[in-house]
């Protein structure tokens, strides 16, 4: 067996906490960071849901991975397979270890099509799609595009999804273009919540609810769909009036996800994480293992993930790296963060709150909770532009 490679910190994802991470290291004075990511190309993926509304496409949100990554990164373009706190190695699929003084996880989360029983069949049919798969994002927006009429179902879990109300992004991009094409009263538009609310600040709520009635939307929360059949285009469903059946002509979906299998195996879940890094919330260290930290979507802290969020967490693990070190204090994470929600094809709304669903605007005026279209610009526009150019290289405080 090779030696092992040494480095002082490794970081265990290459997307947007992967890569804003290293270059906040070594934008801080850490000079030997590298980072794990076998993929080739980047994709900034809060735009998903706008290919998914026929907003943006794929060019809009694609570059290659090396461009992405911060000069001065040591790179490896495979897959992590294993964290070795025993050996304080990371291990590759083509086995290259790693060895790290500190490793920070961040591979996010994955779609877990089992915990749906019938959806990785329905999404092989043309009448099923989502925007948290790449490759789905264009084919919701010719789905939903292309109906004139009949049912159209949003189901949106709340089971480890990544900026779950981001998911109603497709619904009212769509609403908005059937009703200005004159068919949105031949379209029965259904959605599904498996939680309470729309959103998870009140306010927020409240708006996108009104929204939802101008459109004619039915709302059902506390639903789940226990089972999809996709070629019946049928759902069975669990809701406080019991089960039934509903039928689809265009189902999208904003489906549960899971930590990879790896987090488990290397005993970085813990009791009661359900398979994600067990880390402190506040601090994004794990709660076992002092040289291991977390953030995003695959670590366990009490929010719901977005990219907003990782704007706090970032500088909070690089910080805490450096201090834990120098024996200095630790900042801690509130629980920062945000959902942009589109309630026409002109306006947005940001709901903004801590882990305990408490308002923390960003500005004290306006009030942001109100659909505006500048939000709408700034989110579309405005913000991929801060992304490339500020965020992925390290400049977030």
């Not at 050996?87 to 490793?103: H, I, K, N, Q, S």
């Not at 961040?106 to 779609?111: A, I, L, N, T, Y």
């Not at 306006?347 to 909770?369: I, S």
């Not at 579309?380 to 977030?396: D, I």
Request: net charge positive; glycine share 10%; with cysteine.
């Amino acid at each position: 067996m090779s030696p092992a490679r040494r480095h002082d910190v490794v970081v265990v994802g290459g997307g947007n906490a992967g890569i804003s991470l290293a270059a906040k290291l070594l934008r801080d004075g850490c000079r030997d960071v590298a980072v794990v990511e076998p993929k080739a190309v980047h994709h900034y993926r809060p735009l998903l849901s706008y290919v998914a509304g026929g907003a943006a496409t794929l060019d809009d949100l694609t570059r290659p991975q090396e461009r992405a990554m911060p000069r001065g990164v040591h790179h490896y373009a495979d897959r992590a397979t294993a964290v070795d706190v025993a050996a304080a190695e990371v291990v590759l699929a083509g086995g290259t270890r790693l060895a790290y003084r500190d490793v920070v996880v961040c591979p996010g989360s994955e779609v877990d099509h089992d915990a749906m029983p019938g959806l990785r069949e329905a999404f092989a049919t043309p009448h099923a799609a989502t925007s948290y798969l790449v490759d789905h994002a264009p084919r919701t927006w010719r789905m939903l595009s292309g109906l004139t009429s009949g049912r159209a179902v949003f189901v949106v879990s709340d089971r480890h999804v990544p900026c779950a109300p981001v998911g109603l992004k497709p619904l009212f991009l769509a609403a908005d273009r059937w009703r200005r094409t004159g068919v949105l009263d031949d379209v029965e538009i259904d959605l599904l919540l498996e939680g309470q609310r729309l959103a998870g600040l009140a306010r927020a709520d409240h708006e996108l609810r009104a929204a939802a009635r101008r459109y004619g939307v039915r709302v059902r929360t506390g639903t789940t769909v226990t089972r999809v059949d996709g070629q019946g285009r049928t759902l069975e469903v669990a809701s406080p009036d019991g089960p039934r059946t509903l039928g689809y002509d265009a189902l999208y979906v904003a489906p549960p996800h899971r930590a990879p299998a790896w987090v488990t195996a290397s005993g970085l879940a813990g009791a009661g994480s359900d398979g994600f890094v067990d880390v402190d919330p506040g601090t994004l260290r794990h709660r076992v293992h002092p040289r291991v930290w977390a953030l995003g979507d695959v670590a366990t802290v009490g929010t719901s993930p977005s990219g907003g969020a990782l704007r706090k967490q970032v500088p909070v693990v690089a910080h805490n790296i450096a201090a834990q070190r120098a024996g200095a204090p630790v900042r801690r994470y509130d629980g920062y963060t945000v959902a942009p929600v589109t309630t026409s094809r002109t306006r947005l709304l940001l709901a903004e709150h801590d882990r305990d669903g408490r308002a923390e605007p960003t500005v004290p005026f306006p009030d942001l909770t109100r659909p505006r279209r500048a939000l709408y610009l700034f989110d579309r526009h405005v913000e991929p532009l801060v992304y490339w150019h500020r965020l992925l290289r390290g400049k977030v405080s």
